[in-house]
């Protein structure tokens, strides 16, 4: 029995008691006949709200349910837009080359089989290029083309711009090898132009400067001679290394030493066969005491 059930049946029993209204017994008892009646008449209606509303849940249960059907479901191209209804949801890519070597790229939310998705968009929406900045040993990072061929770029896009979307579309990171400076240092030598090189390229050696009164002996760096075979990955300065030689003695003499960036070294002596030359010999006595024997020797 429902609730407007039992208070129909109080209001029988009531009127069966000809209970007096005007007492006040009556007037209470009538009074809350008509509670519980104008109750039992909401609660009705409530029930009524109820299942219209389960109705309407359901109704919206069965149209997610297609619509989630629909998101996961890929097009007769096995592409990666999503179709829903009337709507249509574009993927968005962030790629690279040599992708194994390059750190920092843009974070994928979606994988599907095995392609990383930046994120989905509806027709018209706005995608904002990401803060992330790649790096890739030994390259500059330029920017991402949205083309296939970067030169039909009108720009390379930059964290903060924007594109507005109206299909799939692939950010490929554009890269540039890095440059250096090879300088070069004469040490008072003739000027030496420096090199701009490639990364992982070689520099070109150059003609051999010249100094007074000196022979070159070398680019160097870091202490030793340098090999112009050597990749370049990084700013360098080759030194050049000098030998300086000096003479001295008279007109029938000469005593020819070697200087190397400071360094001297005795090369020997020469002699004329008209020059006399006294050779001193120290050595000992039996007592200790120093013994000087000079010998002359003529040409």
């Known amino acids: ?17 000809a209970l ?25 209606d409530m029930q009524d709200e109820m299942v219209d509303i389960e109705d309407g849940l359901d109704a919206v249960s069965d149209d997610l349910s297609e619509v989630e059907e629909s998101l996961y479901e890929l097009d007769d191209e096995d592409d ?7 709507l249509v949801f574009y ?14 790229m843009p974070n994928a939310e979606y994988t599907h089989n095995a392609v990383a998705v930046y994120d989905y968009y509806l027709d ?11 790096e890739r040993y030994g390259y500059d990072f330029l920017g991402w083309s949205v083309k296939a061929v970067p030169a039909e770029n009108d720009k390379l896009l930059k964290a903060g711009d924007t594109v507005t979307v109206d299909g799939d579309v692939v950010f490929t990171a554009q890269w540039k090898l890095k440059e250096y400076t090879v300088s070069f240092d004469s040490k008072g030598g003739t000027k030496v132009d420096s090199q701009i090189v490639e990364h992982g390229s070689t520099a070109t050696k150059p003609g051999n400067p010249h100094r007074n009164d000196y022979t ?32 001295g003695g008279s007109n029938s003499s000469s005593d020819t030493t070697t200087k190397d ?32 024997i000079t010998k002359k020797k003529r040409g």
């Open 1 to 17: 029995m429902g609730i407007s059930e039992k208070v129909a049946y109080l209001k029988g029993l009531a009127e069966g008691l």
């Open 20 to 44: 007096d209204t005007e007492s006040k017994e009556g007037k209470l008892i009538a009074a809350i006949i008509d509670v519980l009646d104008n109750m039992a008449d909401e609660i009705a």
């Open 80 to 86: 990666t837009n999503f179709l829903s209804g009337n």
């Open 91 to 104: 993927s968005a890519r962030f790629v690279t080359e040599d992708s194994e070597h390059v750190t920092g």
């Open 124 to 134: 018209g929406e706005t995608i904002t290029i990401p803060d992330a900045v790649p």
């Open 216 to 247: 070159f002996k070398g680019w160097y760096l870091d202490g030793k001679k340098f090999d112009f075979s050597t990749p370049i990955t990084g700013d360098i300065t080759l030194v050049a290394r000098w030998a300086t030689k000096t003479s």
């Open 261 to 292: 960036n400071g360094k001297t070294v005795q090369s020997g002596k020469t002699f004329d066969g008209g020059i006399a030359l006294y050779v001193g010999l120290s050595v000992l006595s039996a007592t200790g005491s120093a013994l000087v």
